[in-house]
T-cell receptor, first 114, second 115 residues
C-alpha cells in the first residue's frame, strides 16, 4: 500500500528558532500534499495545500511567512516553522494524495517549543 | 461550503458485536468522494473505506461497510465483529470531486471496544 513518511517524529526546539519537517511519499508520486495541525482529541485542521512546483495555498488564518512550505519534488514536501513560539507546539501531520483521490497520511510530528 | 457532522463524540461496543458510526454532510456538489479514517492511539491516520458519490452500491472492506444515502446526505460506517484493535478515533471526510481538493473532516467519534 501507499506509504508516507514524516521526519522527525518528535522535535523539541527553543523559542525563536526554526524547525523543518519533511514529508515523503515512499512508493508513489504525489502532485498534491497537505499539511494539517491537530490539537489533542480534536479533528485535523488543514493548514495548507502543497502542489509540486508551485506555491502552496494557505488556509485562512495561517501565516504563510511563519509556516513555509516547499514541494520541490513529486515525493517530498517540507514544512518549516520559522521563529517558533510555544503556541506553535502541536502535532503536525502531512498527507499525500493517492491515485484515487484518497489521502495517505504520515505518522505525524510532535513539535514542542520551549 | 462543505460541512461534515459526526454527532456521536464517543461510542463503545462489546467485542464481536456490531456498531454503526454516523456521519452527515452538507454540500451542493454532485461529484464528490466520502471517506472514513481511523486514528488509533499511535495517531497514524489509516484509510478505512471510501465511497464515490456516483456509485449507488455501498462500499465494503472486510468487516467495514458503509450505508451511503445520497439524498439524505448520510454516510454511516458499520463495523462488524468488532475487535480490540478497532479502538480508535474515527473521522468521516468529504472531498469534492477532482484532484488536489481538500478534505473536510468531521469532529470524530471515539470508539472503544470492550473485551
Amino acid at each position: 500500500g501507499a506509504v508516507v513518511s514524516q521526519h522527525p517524529s518528535r522535535v523539541i526546539c527553543k523559542s525563536g528558532t526554526s524547525v523543518k519537517i519533511e514529508c515523503r511519499s515512499l512508493d508513489f508520486q504525489a502532485t498534491t500534499m497537505f499539511w494539517y495541525r491537530q490539537f489533542p482529541k480534536k479533528s485535523l485542521m488543514l493548514m495548507a495545500t502543497s502542489n509540486e512546483g508551485s506555491k502552496a495555498t494557505y488556509e485562512q488564518g495561517v501565516e504563510k511567512d511563519k509556516f513555509l512550505i516547499n514541494h520541490a519534488s513529486l515525493t517530498l514536501s517540507t514544512l518549516t516553522v520559522t521563529s517558533a513560539h510555544p503556541e506553535d507546539s502541536s502535532f503536525y501531520i502531512c498527507s499525500a494524495e493517492g491515485p484515487g483521490y484518497e489521502q495517505y497520511f504520515g505518522p505525524g510530528t510532535r513539535l514542542t517549543v520551549t | 461550503a462543505q460541512t461534515v457532522t459526526q454527532s456521536q463524540p464517543e461510542m463503545s461496543v462489546q467485542e464481536a458485536e456490531t456498531v454503526t458510526l454516523s456521519c452527515t454532510y452538507d454540500t451542493s456538489e454532485s461529484n464528490y468522494y466520502l471517506f472514513w479514517y481511523k486514528q488509533p492511539p499511535s495517531r497514524q491516520m489509516i484509510l478505512v473505506i471510501r465511497q464515490e458519490a456516483y456509485k449507488q452500491q455501498n462500499a465494503t472492506e472486510n468487516r467495514f461497510s458503509v450505508n451511503f444515502q445520497k439524498a439524505a446526505k448520510s454516510f454511516s460506517l458499520k463495523i462488524s465483529d468488532s475487535q480490540l484493535g478497532d479502538t480508535a478515533m474515527y473521522f468521516c471526510a468529504f472531498m469534492k470531486g477532482d484532484t488536489g481538493n481538500q478534505f473536510y473532516f468531521g469532529t470524530g467519534t471515539s470508539l472503544t471496544v470492550i473485551p
